[in-house]
Structures are given as structure tokens and as C-alpha cells.
């Protein structure tokens, strides 16, 4: 199977499977006055995610938590790189709170980086996810976690809190994962997913493609992913955020993503979401059920 896709010229247009429409609707239209009227914290908007209006129409939101500077320099992320901010310890129910006032179905919960902290966040993700469910208890959950650098006693304290989704992106494959995500591993990001499906949880991963992988090495990647049973994967078209970052490479058509997408389902993958404009949390709410 030859991979199909474009490779880019010196100064590449976005091709028009890359286009997006801008978010409409009345769902979309409350949820954002919601937003700006108290500064709610979403990815969604602060991120300008391309699927934003769709998520809200369904009743789906993402939030960030432990700030918004992270103590990794990953070649392929827009979040700031430094000394983060101290912990606000009452963010766990300013995130219930949002979540609440954004009468939000499902909710995606996500976090920088904090290797500078001896807990690794992971104190204050259990408590946001508890506070969440106190707030709104039928809000379904999915936690979208950093490695913990490999710690199980910080990993175990989001098992037991239980959201019905828990996932750890591998961004990209084996021979890049060192140029793209720096002070990630690889192999710890799988054992991350297999010990986290052995605690009995729903496992969800992404990747991002365009960065210079061939499709045999997608294919490997999806291949070691199930190997540790992972459920759920998000395969997206990764775009440069600046100048700084990683160039794009190439941009995977349509017909590539579908090719995943069936080689995936085939794998036994409970659900595949796989398109250039598919991010971490879309579709986010179907994967829960």
C-alpha cells in the first residue's frame, strides 16, 4: 500500500480538505457568550480548535488544567515552555463550575506538563475529576493525561477516580517520537496505555501525521497501540503552530486518512476517528458510551 499523499512545494497552500467552515448554530452561539461572559478556560476556544462548532453542538467541551506553561519543549506544540505558575488549588471547582454553567454532556479534561512537581499534577487531576462529578453528575468524562513520566502511583490516582475515558496521546511514531516530543519515550508512553487497560480502563490515544512518516511506520504504530489494547485512536493532520516549530512535511489526503481509518477498524479498534482536521477530542462524547 503506497502512501498517498502531497508532498509540499517551498511554500505550500493548504489544500482545500483543509478549509473550515466557521462554527454556527444556537448551541455553538449560547456556549460562546457563555464563555466570553466568564471567562471560561477552554482549549476549544484558546486553542481555535477547527471542530469547535461541532463539539459544542454535541454538547462537548475540552478544558486545560494546572496552567497553560508547560516544563516540556515537544517540537510540535503551541503551549509555552518554562517555570510554570504555582498550583491554584481551588481550579478543580472552577473547572465544575464551567463545565456546569456550559451545560456540558461530556467533558474533556487535559493539562500541561509538570514534571516540576513532586506529584506530577496528578493530585489536582483527581480532585478536578471529583469535583466535576460532584457538580455534575451526569457528565461523562475522558482524561487526556501527560505520562506522569512513567509513575504508577501518580497514574493510579487517576484510576481510581475512574473517568469513563482515560487518554495518553503518542503524537507520532517510533522514529521521530525523540525529534517531536523530546522528553517523552515512546515504549513509556505505551506502557503508560497497557497499564492503564490492565487497571480496567477505556484507553484512547492520537497521532498526528505530516511530520515526515512513512505509512509503514503508521501502520507499526497502530499495530504496537493494539498490542497494548488500546480502544480508541485519533488520527489528525498535524499544522505547524509557528515558525519555530516543526515544519509540515506533507499534507495526507482524504483518501490516506480512510485507508487508516479501515486498516484500524480491522485491527479491532472499538473506534477510529481519523481525518486532517481530527483532533484529540473529536467525536470525544461517543467514545464514552
Not at 483518501?255 to 485491527?267: A, D, I, P, S, V
Request: charged share 30%.
Amino acid at each position: 500500500m503506497a502512501l498517498d499523499s502531497v508532498i509540499l512545494p517551498e511554500k505550500p497552500k493548504k489544500p482545500k480538505w483543509l478549509r473550515v467552515k466557521l462554527p454556527v448554530g444556537k448551541k455553538y452561539t449560547e456556549l460562546r457568550s457563555l464563555v466570553d461572559k466568564y471567562k471560561l478556560n477552554t482549549i476549544c476556544t484558546s486553542g481555535s480548535c477547527p471542530n469547535m462548532g461541532e463539539c459544542w453542538g454535541e454538547g462537548t467541551a475540552t478544558f486545560m488544567i494546572l496552567g497553560n506553561i508547560c516544563t516540556r519543549s515537544c517540537g510540535f506544540c503551541g503551549v509555552k515552555t518554562g517555570r510554570p505558575e504555582t498550583v491554584e488549588w481551588d481550579e478543580p471547582e472552577k473547572v465544575a463550575r464551567s463545565i456546569k454553567l456550559m451545560k456540558i454532556k461530556h467533558a474533556v479534561i487535559t493539562s500541561v506538563d509538570r514534571d516540576d512537581l513532586k506529584d506530577g499534577g496528578s493530585i489536582i487531576w483527581a480532585e478536578t475529576v471529583d469535583a466535576i462529578r460532584r457538580a455534575n453528575p451526569n457528565t461523562t468524562l475522558e482524561t487526556l493525561i501527560p505520562d506522569f513520566q512513567g509513575n504508577t502511583k501518580q497514574i493510579d490516582r487517576i484510576v481510581e477516580v475512574h473517568p469513563e475515558v482515560v487518554s495518553h496521546n503518542m503524537e507520532t511514531v517510533r522514529r521521530l517520537s525523540r525529534e517531536v516530543r523530546i522528553q517523552a519515550k515512546y515504549d513509556r508512553s505505551l506502557e503508560v496505555l497497557r497499564y492503564l487497560k490492565e487497571k480496567g480502563m477505556r484507553t484512547k490515544s492520537g497521532i498526528m501525521l505530516g511530520l515526515g512518516e512513512t505509512e509503514e511506520e503508521v501502520l507499526q504504530t497502530m499495530k504496537d497501540l493494539r498490542n497494548v489494547g488500546l480502544d480508541v485512536l485519533t488520527i489528525g493532520q498535524y499544522l505547524q503552530p509557528t515558525k519555530k516549530h516543526l515544519p509540515v512535511q506533507e499534507f495526507i489526503t482524504p483518501e490516506q486518512f480512510k485507508k487508516y481509518e479501515t486498516f484500524g477498524l480491522e485491527l479491532g479498534f472499538m473506534y477510529v476517528e481519523s481525518g486532517a482536521l481530527v483532533r484529540s477530542s473529536y467525536k470525544a462524547h461517543k467514545h464514552a458510551i
